[in-house]
C-alpha cells in the first residue's frame, strides 16, 4: 500500500516534509573505478576501447570495427516493423517541429550613446549522445536528444552505444539515423564517456556529452565535466496526478502505473480533494497490476514510493506541487488550465484527461527529458538551448567611449584595479 | 617573458596543444572539510553559522545579527563618494536594459491534430548571491548576478558576504541595494553556502545559488548541488586580442594587463599578423608594468600564461580562437566585424580599438559573469535564462489522442513499456 496523507491532520506537515526529503537513490561509490578507466582510455586510446569492450560486453572488437557501419544500420532499418518506423518517423517529425520553435533569436542595437551591443547565439560545435544497452536501450530518447541538438545546428554528432556480446537494438540505429546522427560507435560505460570527452585514434573528442546512464556512465559525466559540458544527472522518473471527482479512476491508475513500471525507484503520487477518487484509484492500482507485464517492478515503487494525498481544495494543492517540483505534472480537473496557470514548479504539465504522459514520452512533440528529483525547482528539460551557446557582443565608438569611460574608471579604482581604469583613461588621454 | 608561438613553425600544432592543455589551477582539496562544515550547518542551523564565523572571519554574531540591517546599509551608502554611486547606477540602468531583451518569451500553439502545446517560462522561486569578502569583494559583480535575476522577476533575492572582523565593503551594500537585493546576511565560506542550501532559523533557502568564491565555496556550491541549483564553477580569467598592425600597442598592451593583474594564473594572449605589433606590444606591457600598482601579480600572469601568437592572415586565427574559447575576445582590426562574425567559440567578443574590456567589465551592459577555461565551447556567459526555468505544456483532446495514440502504443511496446501501451489504450478504448 502506499501512504495516505490527509492535508487536514495535525501531523500533514511533518508528514509532507518527509516525503519531500525521501531520498530514492542509493549512490553506487564507483568514482575509483570510473578514474581508472578514464585514465586507461586518455593513455591508450582506442587499445582501452577495444580491451573493456572485450571485458565488459564480451565483444570483440578492432579499430577497424569500433564503428558501426551503414550497411549495418541499413539491415537494422530491414528489421523494424514498418508499424514502428511509422511512429518513429511521426515522433520526430512532432519533435523537430516543437524544437524549432525554440530557437533562439541573435540581438544587435545600437543604444543612444552610439554603443553597439547585443549577443548571438552559436550552435556548440560537436555533441556527444549516449545511449544505454540492454533494457533502457530507448529509441525514443536517442530521438529526444539528437533531434534538438540537429534543429540547433549542431555540425557533428557521434553516440555511443554499448552492445552486449554483439546484441543490437534495431530501432536505437533507425532513430539515429532518423535524427541525423552522423557516427555511431559500439562502445557504452565510462570508457565510452572518456573517449567522446578526451577522443581516440578513432572518436574525434565532442564539446558537450548527453544521455542516460547508469551509475558508472553518470560517474564519468561527472568526472569530465569542464574538459566537456554535460547535461543533468537524472534521478528516477516521477509523476504527480492531481485529480479531482470528474476524473477517471482507471485511467489515473494506468498513468500512475505506467510511471512506476520505469524502476522500483521511480514515484508516483496522486493529489486529490475527492477520498472518493482515492480509495477508487488504489483499487483500480491494484487490479491493474494483476496483469502488467512489469507486475514486479511497478508494484515495489507504488508501495514503496507511492502517496495519495487528499487536500481540502485542489487550490491548496499548488503549493504542495510546487514543493515537489514534480518532473512530470498531470492535471486531469475540470478547470485544468486554471490550475496550470498557478504551479510554478513542474518539469512538463499534461493538461485534461486525454493526455496521459506517455503520449508525451513518445509523440507529443516535448522533450522528454526532464528535471527529476525536485530540480524542477531550478532547471528545465532538455532542449534547443542546450546545444547553444550565447556570445555577448559590445563596440564602442571613441565618443560613447568617452561617455561610459569615466564611470569605469571610477568602478575600477573602486576595485582596486588600476590596470582595469588605466586601459581605458589611455584611450581618452586621461 | 611570455611565450612566443608562430603557426608557420614546424612545432605550431604541439607548441598550440600545449598551451590549450595548461592547467592553470591548481583545485584544493578541501572537500572534507566542506563537508563537515555542511553537516555541522544543517545539524546545528545558526548556532553552527555563528561558530564558523567566529572561528574563521573573527567576528562575535547572534542570531539578531546575522542579517544586516537597513540602518547600516543606509550608512554605507553615505560612505560612498558621489562619483562611485552614480557610476553604479549608470552601470545598474545599462545591465538592466540589456538583460531585460534576454527575458524569454512563452510559446503555445495548436495544431493540425488539435494538439494544443508549447512551453511557459517562469522565475526561479528564490536565489541565493554569494560574494566573497575581502580583495574580491567587487560591487561590479553584485550587480551583474543580482540585475538578471531581478530581471527574470525571482521574488526573493538573499545575499551573503563575510566582512572579516566585521570590516564591509561600503559599495558592495548600496550595490545590492542598488540591485533589489532583499535580504543580505554577513557570514560566507562554505558555511553561508549550506545555509542557502539547507536553511536556519534566520536563513530561510533558495532555490538556487549564484555567485563566485574561493576554494571552499566552489566546493560547497558542487557539494550542495541537487539540492538547489548552482551556477558554473569560475575559473582564472582570460582574454585573447587579436590584432593587426592598426592597433595601438599602447592600447593592447593596457588591455594585456588589466587582464593580468586579476590573478597570477589569470592568461592573456595576443594574436597577430604583425610581428612589428608583436614586439611594439611586449615592450609597452614591460613599460606600463613599472607603474602598475598590481604589477607583481600582472608581471607573474604574463611571464607565467602570458603567450603572443604570430599567425601569417588574421583568417588562419579564427580556428585557433575557436579552440582557444576565449572567455574574453578583443578584435582590434581593421575588419573587425568581418572577423567577429567567423568566430564560433568566445565568452565575450570586444570589437574595435575603442572597446577596452574593463568597459565590459562595469557599464557596457552585458554580464560580466562569462566563461573560463575554454568552456565558452559549450556554455554562455550569466543571463536572464538562469534564473527562469521552462515548463512544457501539452493537451491533446479525445481526437487527438486518437490520432497519436496508436503510434504511442507501438513505441511504449517496442520498448516493452506495456504500462506506457496501456495508460494510451485504455482511454481509447483498445
Known amino acids: 500500500m502506499p501512504q495516505r496523507l490527509d492535508a487536514r491532520d495535525p501531523s500533514f506537515p511533518h508528514a509532507f516534509a518527509r516525503l519531500l526529503a525521501a531520498k530514492r537513490e542509493v549512490s553506487e561509490d564507483v568514482d575509483q573505478a570510473v578514474r581508472a578507466i578514464i585514465d586507461e582510455v586518455v593513455a591508450r586510446g582506442d587499445e582501452a576501447l577495444i580491451d573493456y569492450t572485450n571485458r565488459f560486453d564480451n565483444l570483440a572488437l578492432t579499430a577497424g570495427t569500433l564503428r558501426i557501419g551503414d550497411d549495418e544500420i541499413d539491415a537494422a532499418e530491414g528489421e523494424c516493423s514498418p508499424d514502428e518506423l511509422a511512429a518513429l518517423t511521426l515522433a520526430k517529425a512532432r519533435i523537430e517541429t516543437y524544437h524549432r520553435a525554440q530557437r533562439p533569436e541573435d540581438h544587435m542595437t545600437t543604444d543612444a550613446l552610439g554603443v553597439t551591443l547585443g549577443w548571438r547565439w552559436t550552435a556548440?560545435?560537436?555533441?556527444?549522445?549516449?545511449?544505454?544497452?540492454?533494457?533502457?536501450?530507448?529509441?525514443?530518447?536517442?530521438?529526444?536528444?539528437?533531434?534538438?541538438?540537429?534543429?540547433?545546428?549542431?555540425?557533428?554528432?557521434?553516440?555511443?552505444?554499448?552492445?552486449?556480446?554483439?546484441?543490437?537494438?534495431?530501432?536505437?540505429?533507425?532513430?539515429?539515423?532518423?535524427?541525423?546522427?552522423?557516427?555511431?560507435?559500439?562502445?557504452?560505460?565510462?570508457?565510452?564517456?572518456?573517449?567522446?570527452?578526451?577522443?581516440?585514434?578513432?572518436?574525434?573528442?565532442?564539446a558537450k556529452i548527453v544521455g542516460p546512464g547508469n551509475a558508472y556512465v553518470a560517474a564519468a559525466k561527472r568526472r569530465v565535466f569542464g574538459q566537456v559540458g554535460i547535461d543533468m544527472i537524472a534521478g528516477p522518473s516521477e509523476v504527480l496526478i492531481l485529480a479531482d471527482r470528474h476524473a477517471n479512476p482507471d485511467w489515473i491508475a494506468a498513468d500512475l502505473l505506467a510511471q512506476a513500471e520505469h524502476d522500483p525507484v521511480a514515484q508516483a503520487i496522486l493529489v486529490t480533494d475527492d477520498a472518493a477518487l482515492a480509495d477508487a484509484v488504489e483499487a483500480a492500482v491494484q487490479r491493474q497490476l494483476q496483469t502488467l507485464p512489469k507486475a514486479e517492478i511497478a508494484g515495489a515503487s507504488w508501495r514503496d514510493y507511492g502517496a495519495i494525498i487528499l487536500v481540502e481544495t485542489l487550490d491548496a494543492a499548488i503549493p504542495l506541487v510546487d514543493r515537489l517540483a514534480p518532473e512530470h505534472l498531470e492535471i486531469e480537473t475540470a478547470n485544468a488550465d486554471e490550475l496550470c496557470a498557478k504551479v510554478r514548479n513542474a518539469g512538463a504539465i499534461f493538461l485534461g484527461s486525454h493526455t496521459p504522459e506517455a503520449i508525451g514520452d513518445y509523440v507529443g512533440g516535448p522533450n522528454h527529458v526532464l528535471p527529476t528529483a525536485r530540480s524542477a525547482r531550478f532547471s528545465s528539460g532538455l532542449g534547443v538551448l542546450d546545444f547553444m551557446k550565447r556570445t555577448s557582443i559590445l563596440k564602442c565608438d571613441a565618443d560613447s567611449l568617452r561617455a561610459l569611460g569615466p564611470a569605469a574608471i571610477a568602478l575600477g579604482r573602486s576595485e582596486g584595479l588600476e590596470g582595469h581604469a588605466r586601459s581605458v583613461a589611455i584611450r581618452l588621454n586621461m
Chains 1, 2 share one sequence.
Do not use: C, H, W
Open 124 to 206: 556548440i560545435e560537436s555533441v556527444g549522445l549516449y545511449v544505454p544497452g540492454g533494457r533502457a536501450s530507448y529509441p525514443s530518447s536517442v530521438l529526444m536528444n539528437a533531434v534538438p541538438a540537429k534543429v540547433a545546428g549542431v555540425p557533428r554528432i557521434a553516440m555511443v552505444v554499448p552492445t552486449p556480446r554483439g546484441e543490437t537494438n534495431p530501432l536505437v540505429l533507425a532513430a539515429a539515423r532518423l535524427a541525423g546522427v552522423d557516427e555511431i560507435f559500439r562502445i557504452g560505460g565510462a570508457q565510452a564517456i572518456a573517449a567522446l570527452a578526451f577522443g581516440t585514434s578513432s572518436v574525434q573528442p565532442v
